[in-house]
């Protein structure tokens, strides 16, 4: 669950938010409250599109309880390791994901 935390937290310091962080990207904050602001960031945004390459059947393991918590929701796009990076390469182009402010 940890490491599944680690990994949704990056994505989500990536979405960055807020005028107060205008001049620090939450990417690189490192305030007492990063992981409120983190948390605030995701929920604005309303989902979390998760690209991995976990097994199926462990996914719900991982997930719900990070919905539960956080009250975000989290899409699953799974495929094999190359095309998850193939995916999050298309994405970061386009600007879908993975935005800095």
Not at 58 to 64: E, G
Request: hydrophobic fraction near 45%; glycine fraction near 6%; charge should be positive.
């Amino acid at each position: 669950m940890k490491t599944l935390l680690k990994i949704v937290m990056l994505f989500a310091s990536l979405v960055g938010g807020g005028a107060a962080l205008a001049q620090t990207p939450l990417a690189i904050y490192e305030g007492a409250d990063r992981l409120d602001r983190i948390v605030a960031a995701a929920k604005k945004e309303g989902t979390l599109t998760l690209y991995t390459t976990i097994a199926e059947k462990d996914l719900p393991l991982l997930i719900k309880p990070f919905e539960t918590k956080y009250g975000i929701k989290v899409n699953i796009w799974r495929a094999g390791t190359d095309k998850v990076l193939q995916r999050c390469q298309s994405a970061y182009s386009r600007r879908r994901a993975f935005r800095f402010t």
